[in-house]
């Protein structure tokens, strides 16, 4: 085989992540009045009491509190099929907080064709918070489109970069399942012929792992 180096593209594509941390709060309440002393209260008395007792309306609804272990998150044939020659268990990329977010990257070169796949999960707040930070993800890209059926709300795009001659194709698809975030990532080049795989290769296994992800949210 001859000898080439990767793009630098491929080769330093994560950066950490600032991850927003979920604040709890709790409602404590005294014992209960005596019979007498409760029929004694005024109407008012009686509304500030349930007031203070009655959860409000506007709590954070938080249906994931942690990631699930992303390199367990695609089935191990999946990963054969989108990166052939690369080690099933995967690499888990350190998190600045593993509770909250968590990353798993798999790429191998076969022959002369190579493939990059990264997973990862991201858990926030509330489902308002995770829709806030889907929604600024979908502004940030340009072109792609829905992905029916996955999560509450999903799209993908599929770009082509050129660098030193060298194509390289790299899809993405984002999805969201109430208060978590799934990312996936997948891109692939030839090194031979320089050009990259097709667009529809890359999309649909993008969207083949993150089907998977999103599963492994519930299975968490």
Known sequence: MPSFSLPIALTARLSPVVVLAAAG??????????????????????TKTQSASAPSESQAVKTYAAAPAPCD???????????????????????TDAKLRRTCSWNALKGYEYRW??????????????????????EEKSGGGAVPGLGDAAYSVVNLATEDKQQTREGVVVARASNALVIVTYNGSDFESKKAPGTDEINKGAIKAAKEAVAALGDA
């Open 25 to 46: 709060w709790a409602l404590s309440s005294g014992p209960l009045a005596a019979p007498q002393a409760a029929a004694d209260k005024s109407p008012t008395e009686k």
């Open 73 to 95: 998150s695609i089935a191990a044939k999946t990963v054969n099929s989108l990166v052939p020659g690369t080690k099933t268990a995967g690499k888990e990329i350190p998190s």
């Open 117 to 138: 796949l990264d997973v990862s999960f991201e858990v926030l707040a509330s489902d308002e918070a995770a829709e806030r930070s889907y929604q600024g993800r979908l």
